[in-house]
């Protein structure tokens, strides 16, 4: 099984377009946040379903460094990992999400019924325990929410988009999943996985090749 996406190049930063974060004229708001076009083809007999998971295994494990005033996060730092999406029971049939058709803007509070594949359900992100202490943003944050990662991070971070081929048509999860929901319930189920991913940084020293 093989993914790809029209919109960046496997390993290259994605666009803007398809961040939640970036540089604005005091600092730093809100981007397009679009979902990114993913295709794939090549699935193996007796696919199903699909699961979709997005990524980030590059977060700062210590949070009060995050955006502080004079300091940076060093590389060296232990990470964790931070979830953008997550989405089972794609159909079977499905081989395309088009670029903006589950996610486009950021939504306060999060999407209560992001688009999506027919037949999809769609969990929480980690946008979710993010902005659970800020009243104006708290919520339940579902679907795609793209990155943002600290301003102050001196670490490239990386967006695996992983796929999921499976053997079941619909996942045992409830209507608040989360990705560590469909890790487990995808145990034994897991026919074949295809990953791309892109990168990202509000940090201006460091780079990372373009999408192009």
């Not at 997005?54 to 931070?82: H, L, N, S, W, Y």
């Not at 395309?96 to 999809?120: L, M, N, R, Y």
């Not at 081929?165 to 045992?172: C, E, G, Q, R, S």
Request: glycine share 10%; with cysteine.
């Amino acid at each position: 099984m093989k993914i790809r996406s029209d919109s960046f190049r496997n390993g290259r930063r994605l666009p803007v377009e398809f961040a939640a974060g970036q540089p604005t004229a005091d600092g730093f708001g809100f981007a397009p946040n679009r979902n990114p076009h993913l295709a794939w083809d090549a699935a193996p007999e007796g696919t199903r379903s699909f699961a979709l998971l997005c990524i980030d295994p590059d977060v700062p494990t210590v949070a009060e460094m995050v955006g502080k005033a004079g300091v940076e996060i060093p590389v060296a730092q232990p990470r964790t990992d931070f979830v953008h999406w997550a989405m089972v029971d794609i159909p079977a049939d499905v081989r395309e999400i088009a670029a903006g058709s589950c996610s486009d803007g950021v939504v306060p509070h999060g999407k209560t019924e992001p688009a999506g594949p027919a037949g999809a359900r769609q969990g929480l992100n980690d946008y979710t325990g993010w902005f659970a202490g800020d009243a104006s943003m708290a919520g339940q944050w579902r679907g795609y929410d793209g990155p943002f990662p600290p301003p102050n991070d001196l670490r490239l971070h990386r967006y695996f988009f992983r796929l999921f081929a499976l053997d079941v048509d619909t996942l045992p999860v409830g209507d608040d999943f989360t990705a560590a929901d469909v890790f487990a319930a995808m145990h034994g189920h897991v026919l074949a996985e295809a990953s791309i991913h892109g990168t990202y940084s509000l940090h201006p020293d460091v780079g990372g090749a373009d999408a192009s």
